[in-house]
């Protein structure tokens, strides 16, 4: 299960968009290409998040440097797909520079709230899916009912579904809540407070955008969706063949 795109086009270019997808790829292929295990560790300790360090009163860049790391091919190209799929529209109503602000806003408070949540870890946290959970939260506030792909896998089969965003965002923030209340502070993987921290961020910081577009009243006008023609795609079913079982 897992969200390819939206169908709520935008107006204007996403420069910022574009331009924060461009530097999380060159960093990272700037450092992990050609890094051992052990250089790796040693560069994600000195600019990742580590909250013991942080909480010992050094490490205080590392609160932005983190947000442009990543631990994997797959963890940088599923942020930067979920970024692409959500942040164009909040750019375009934030406008650039204060989609730029609001990211990086979301961002830190993902970082403090993780570093809040486990404050004895030594474990280093890096990614930008707690600015990208801040333009998912901010996304759910403005377009609760807009129209989002989500790619289905069971073993052979593909098929892709348009399900509404409150449903895809509110199951995401769902999971992470309960990852994080059932995922000991010292095994790390996923930084499940920073994502529920930047979405609730995103939410908080949105609110200001969805008040000046009238708030319930335009909730209301709009029903929830995007307030122009959605982008219409063809139905998407699986290309794999269908095999029926023939009775005797």
């Given at each position: 299960?897992?969200?390819?795109?939206?169908?709520?086009?935008?107006?204007?270019?996403?420069?910022?968009?574009?331009?924060?997808?461009?530097?999380?790829?060159?960093?990272?292929?700037?450092?992990?290409?050609?890094?051992?295990?052990?250089?790796?560790?040693?560069?994600?300790?000195?600019?990742?998040?580590?909250?013991?360090?942080?909480?010992?009163?050094?490490?205080?860049?590392?609160?932005?440097?983190?947000?442009?790391?990543?631990?994997?091919?797959?963890?940088?190209?599923?942020?930067?797909?979920?970024?692409?799929?959500?942040?164009?529209?909040?750019?375009?109503?934030?406008?650039?520079?204060?989609?730029?602000?609001?990211?990086?806003?979301?961002?830190?408070?993902?970082?403090?709230?993780?570093?809040?949540?486990?404050?004895?870890?030594?474990?280093?946290?890096?990614?930008?899916?707690?600015?990208?959970?801040?333009?998912?939260?901010?996304?759910?506030?403005?377009?609760?009912?807009?129209?989002?792909?989500?790619?289905?896998?069971?073993?052979?089969?593909?098929?892709?579904?348009?399900?509404?965003?409150?449903?895809?965002?509110?199951?995401?923030?769902?999971?992470?809540?309960?990852?994080?209340?059932?995922?000991?502070?010292?095994?790390?993987?996923?930084?499940?407070?920073?994502?529920?921290?930047?979405?609730?961020?995103?939410?908080?910081?949105?609110?200001?955008?969805?008040?000046?577009?009238?708030?319930?009243?335009?909730?209301?006008?709009t029903h929830g969706h995007p307030p122009h023609p959605e982008t219409q795609f063809r139905a998407a079913r699986s290309n794999v063949p269908l095999i029926r079982r023939r009775r005797n």
């Open positions: 299960m897992f969200p390819i795109r939206d169908h709520n086009p935008s107006g204007r270019t996403p420069y910022v968009t574009i331009a924060l997808i461009a530097v999380n790829i060159l960093i990272f292929l700037g450092y992990f290409p050609n890094s051992t295990d052990y250089g790796l560790d040693r560069f994600f300790v000195q600019w990742g998040l580590v909250p013991a360090r942080v909480m010992a009163g050094q490490g205080y860049e590392t609160f932005l440097t983190s947000m442009f790391l990543h631990g994997s091919w797959m963890h940088l190209l599923g942020n930067m797909l979920f970024l692409w799929i959500y942040g164009d529209n909040l750019e375009e109503d934030m406008g650039h520079p204060g989609f730029l602000a609001f990211y990086l806003a979301a961002g830190l408070a993902a970082a403090g709230l993780q570093t809040l949540a486990d404050p004895g870890s030594r474990i280093p946290m890096v990614g930008a899916s707690g600015a990208i959970a801040g333009v998912m939260g901010g996304y759910l506030l403005l377009y609760p009912r807009a129209k989002v792909d989500v790619l289905f896998i069971i073993v052979i089969f593909f098929r892709i579904i348009a399900i509404p965003a409150w449903i895809v965002l509110g199951v995401w923030f769902a999971i992470q809540i309960f990852g994080g209340l059932n995922t000991p502070g010292d095994m790390g993987g996923v930084a499940y407070w920073a994502h529920a921290g930047g979405f609730v961020a995103g939410l908080v910081l949105t609110l200001p955008v969805w008040l000046r577009r009238g708030g319930a009243t335009y909730w209301e006008k």
